[in-house]
């Protein structure tokens, strides 16, 4: 048997990374890749693969959003892929669904491929697409669908060797770099592609707060806000880094720290 299968995922590494894998097995035919959502939507509608190796969290369209515009019956089976979504692995695991946890793991990547050929061997009736889309749909009203990834305290970050498994905590602060930020930690940065708006989002939980439309700080590395003048303060940091906090900013920033700004009411 041949397993017509197709790669959805934002990130070229993680593909590259999984398409290698998957073409050591003799029984996978990769039919095609894409990059975000919307492109995922429609090739499942043209090609009907067998299998769909799909990241919970993409451009225009989440993974979560492709299954519900396929409708049950359509849904091929589905290896989900996420980075460190503690919320998701344990909803896929009380609903027994397939996922994989990046960075991708040979031991489980088979192990994935040993379930999904299980369920191929059988005739599919359409009970498989229907079991995702009610699991689908608890996690949008357990309001897990609507902030993948927000509690995840560890970030994924492609290189070229391979990944780099960053912790959270570990991040003193971020920059903006187009559609890329820069993790930084005391021994390295770390260029990763996601935009400022979305990490901000993302860390909000994990204790970091916006000083600046480019820049995130981890509030447990502040040691001292100094006034610059016109409203503006320099953030000093534990190890000596010193940035820039805007005006629009500080008064957010403050109370997250427990206080008022001097002379505000």
């Known amino acids: 048997m041949t397993i017509r299968t197709l790669l959805v995922d934002d990130e070229d590494l993680a593909r590259r990374g999984l398409r290698a894998r998957l073409q050591r097995a003799a029984d996978i035919e990769i039919i095609g890749e894409c990059t975000n959502g919307a492109e995922a939507i429609e090739t499942i509608g043209r090609t009907s693969p067998d299998l769909v190796f799909l990241d919970v969290r993409m451009p225009e369209a ?80 357990s309001g897990i669908a609507a902030t993948p990834r927000t509690a995840s305290e ?19 602060w971020v920059q903006a770099a187009g559609n890329y930020v820069s993790l930084h930690t005391e021994r390295k940065s770390w260029l990763l592609r996601e935009t400022i708006a979305t990490l901000d989002r993302r860390l909000a939980s994990q204790g970091f707060a916006r000083i600046h439309r480019s820049t995130l700080v981890n509030l447990d590395r502040v040691v001292e806000l100094r006034t610059l003048g016109g409203g503006d303060y320099a953030v000093v940091l534990r190890d000596g880094t010193e940035l820039k906090m805007t005006r629009s900013h500080r008064a957010s920033v403050w109370k997250l720290l427990g206080g008022e700004l001097p002379g505000e009411d």
């Open 62 to 141: 989440s993974g979560f959003e492709v299954v519900q515009a396929l409708g049950g019956d359509a849904v091929p089976y589905i290896i989900f892929l996420t980075a460190f979504d503690e919320y998701a692995i344990n909803a896929f695991e009380v609903h027994a669904l397939d996922y994989l946890l990046k960075p991708v793991d040979d031991r489980r990547l088979e192990v994935a491929l040993t379930q999904a050929r299980t369920a191929l061997l059988n005739r599919r009736d359409g009970s498989f697409g229907r079991h995702v889309a009610e699991a689908v749909a608890d996690w949008e009203r």
């Open 154 to 172: 560890r970030v994924a970050v492609p290189t070229a060797e391979g990944v780099t498994v960053i912790k959270v905590a570990d991040i003193n």
